[in-house]
């Protein structure tokens, strides 16, 4: 028989000295600790100070009585759960059943062989440790599975368990048993010990072995109930061993002592899981805050660092200014003042030199509206862009009023952002639409809006160059361009300077293309 830890306390009640210290060595010879008191009261009195894991107690104690010790412990909070095996010198029935009746989760006969009296006791023991499933209060109607190949007996056994108020299904065999198991819900198994093909003890073995089942009390049935057989069945994992001759009223007892502790078990069960459930949440609730105040904490070093670095870039390009104005002054100067000294090549190189001090001057452009769209404060409120995009589309003509350019807006086009900053957007779609139509014939620009799946969709769509849509994830990033100086003059900062606008705003932007076969640039504004 397989032995608990030896930290384990068990109480032993009974006013007999050679059976209590009889009974006290076996306990203690199979890994327990044993105290051993004589009587009711004493026991009591031990049982609230040292919390034992079980109590083996005689029915007939000088004072209180074995059967009023129980019903003690079943009235303490803290006691109702530990297991009880009550001892009994007498064979009368009416014993057993008001012992049972009070609560306890077995009944021993002093005259069997102490071993299976040790049996019993681990019986209930394993019982009680094991983890259970919800159960529903004991007052409801029980489920028991009755197993025997005699259908007499099972039919006698049916009926009086029925009229008891249990709801009975039946099994013929061990492997009847488990199928049934799987299909039915059961609160209680009674297995004969003996039957044709599988018996009682292979059948109790496999339900033990079964996380789904092995909660489940197991009362094993037997006509010949000889000592070897009663040790043999409460090893193979069964709760109980009862012999069919003690009658049904006994065995009636025995189950209800077996829902009782099932149900004991399941309210600590509960309590243990709600504990851990408690104290789950509270870890959940720790590492939650622990990470929003990491999170917080990166996010804001990661703005001090976007702040810094565009503080920095604000500087440098603002200081960049001063020298690039006098390297295209002087350069002027020269082609003006010393036009008659220079040859040919000489007037090329300084055009030149003023074409790129004109670009480097247009990229610090761009670069400081990309700052500034960064810092700059978002003021929310209803935006024309209607009338935004006509405005830009004007200034675009008057600056190629030689272009003939169809531009398509739609009226009433409205949204709820930052008026300067939309300017911005417009400018730099709109721009690079007509930027790349040019060259085009019957260039065409338009901007409209369809409803999509998260709301309004704004696009500005054109006829022209369009793109390598292999390469449209390198569109927003800065200075990154799709096609040559040579083709198209850009700095690659508008798009960037797009994207960062519609990010601030909580929207989202994203362009299709197709080469020689224009552009789309779709954006979003909650």
């Known amino acids: 028989m397989s032995q608990t830890p030896p930290d384990q306390l068990v109480l032993v009640i009974d006013d007999s000295p050679i059976f209590r210290d009889l009974l006290s060595r076996a306990i203690e010879d199979a890994g327990f600790q044993v105290i051993a008191v004589e009587t009711g009261e004493d026991g009591l009195r031990v049982a609230a100070e040292r919390r034992p894991v079980a109590v083996v107690v005689d029915r007939v104690l000088p004072g209180i009585d074995g059967a009023t010790v129980i019903r003690r412990l079943r009235l303490d909070a803290a006691l109702r759960g530990t297991p009880t095996l009550l001892l009994t010198s007498s064979t009368g029935k009416e014993h057993e059943l008001s012992a049972l009746d009070a609560g306890a989760d077995a009944f021993a006969h002093k005259r069997e062989d102490v071993s299976i009296v040790l049996a019993r006791l681990w019986a209930i023991l394993r019982a009680s440790s094991q983890d259970a499933p919800e159960a529903a209060s004991l007052l409801a109607t029980k489920n028991i599975l009755l197993v025997d190949d005699d259908p007499e007996y099972r039919e006698a056994l049916g009926d009086a368990l029925g009229e008891a108020g249990f709801r009975i299904a039946s099994a013929q065999s061990g492997e009847e048993a488990l199928e049934l198991l799987a299909a039915l819900p059961v609160d209680c198994i009674l297995l004969d010990r003996s039957m044709p093909g599988m018996g009682g003890l292979e059948a109790c073995r496999r339900i033990k072995a079964s996380p789904l089942f092995r909660h489940l009390p197991v009362v094993l049935l037997t006509a010949f109930p000889e000592r070897e057989g009663v040790v043999e069945g409460l090893s193979a994992g069964a709760d109980d061993y009862v012999s069919k001759t003690a009658g049904f009223r ?71 200014r001063a020298p690039l104005r006098a390297i295209d002054g002087f350069s002027q100067a020269l082609l003006e003042d010393c036009a008659d000294r220079l040859d040919e090549r000489g007037r090329e190189h300084l055009g030149r030199v003023r074409a790129a001090a004109r670009r480097m001057s247009e990229l610090i452009d761009d670069i400081l509206e990309l700052s500034r769209v960064g810092r700059a404060e978002l003021v929310r409120r209803a935006v024309d862009l209607t009338d935004l995009a006509r405005q830009v589309v004007a200034e675009l003509r008057r600056r190629e009023p030689e272009r003939a350019v169809e531009v398509i807006i739609e009226e009433r086009l409205f949204a709820l952002a930052d008026q300067r900053l939309m300017r911005i957007v417009l400018e730099n779609l709109l721009g690079n639409a007509w930027k790349f139509t040019a060259g085009g014939a019957a260039a065409r620009i338009e901007l409209g809006s369809a409803r999509g799946e998260s709301g309004v969709v704004y696009t500005v769509r054109d006829n022209g160059a369009g793109f390598d849509p292999a390469f449209a994830g390198k569109l927003f990033r800065p200075f990154s361009r799709l096609h040559a100086d040579s083709e198209f003059a850009g700095t690659g900062i508008g798009l960037a300077t797009v994207h960062r606008i519609i990010d601030r705003h909580g929207g989202r932007v994203w362009g299709e293309g197709a080469v020689g076969r224009g552009a789309a640039f779709h954006f979003t504004l909650p």
């Open 250 to 320: 006994v065995l009636e007892a025995r189950i209800w002592a077996q829902l009782r502790r099932k149900q004991f078990e399941d309210e600590r069960r509960r309590a243990r899981d709600e504990l851990l459930r408690h104290e789950v949440e509270q870890a959940e609730g720790r590492i939650a805050r622990e990470v929003a105040e990491a999170r917080a904490e990166l996010i804001g070093e990661l703005e001090r660092k976007n702040q810094e670095l565009e503080a920095f870039a604000y500087s440098v390009s603002h200081d960049l």
